[in-house]
Every structure is written in C-alpha cells, then in structure tokens.
C-alpha cells in the first residue's frame, strides 16, 4: 500500500520559514520524481517545486529564491524548505510522486498571516 504523509504545515507570520516534509511508504522511493503542490482555496491546484529521480529541480517563479525542495532517499522523505513566506503562500500543500504511476499525500496547511 502506498502512502504519502505530509507534516511541518503550520500559521506563521509573513516573512517566517516553515519545512514541510513528506514520507514515502509503499514505493521504490528513489525512482520516483517528487513533487510539491499547493492549492489555495478558489484556485487551481499549482505545482510549487519538483525534485527528479537524479536530483534535477524545478521551482515555480513565484517561488524561485524563496523555497529549496530536496530529498533524503535513505529516509524515503522529500523536503521543501520555504522561506521569506508571503500571504499568497497560504494554501494547502501536496506532495505527489511521480513515476509511471501517480500518488498523492493528503496535504498540510500553511497559513501566513500579516
């Protein structure tokens, strides 16, 4: 059974950091590119940062400077580190991983307040 768990969601004051984590069980963690979505509510779900199987990395430009995704294969956990938080971060945010198949966690909120 696979299973993605999210954690590190939190209400934080603008500026602020938060690490949002996510573990992995059920799956061959290293082959699978790891992905990080975020969905405010009213808005479409929006890819944040991914993290390929080789450790390639895409950020979203509204978050380029600000957030580092990363992971750690031995602890099956994919990492997105996010710093200098605005309002507009605020969302629940998703991990998904990716391979020939997709699999997603159930999400964990972040709230950035003024």
């Known amino acids: 059974q696979v299973r993605l768990v999210e954690s590190g969601g939190g209400s934080v004051q603008a500026g602020e950091s938060l690490r949002l984590s996510c573990v992995a069980s059920g799956i061959t963690f290293k082959l699978y590119a790891m992905n990080w979505y975020r969905q405010a509510p009213g808005k479409e779900r929006e890819l944040v940062a991914r993290?390929?199987?080789?450790?390639?990395?895409y950020y979203a430009d509204s978050v380029k400077g600000r957030f580092t995704i990363s992971r750690d294969n031995a602890e099956s956990t994919a990492y997105l580190q996010m710093n200098s938080l605005k309002p507009e971060d605020a969302a629940v945010y998703l991990c998904?991983?990716?391979?020939?198949?997709?699999?997603w966690g159930q999400g964990t909120q972040v709230t950035v307040s003024t």
């Open positions: 993290i390929s199987s080789v450790n390639l990395t």
């Open positions: 998904k991983a990716g391979n020939s198949l997709d699999f």
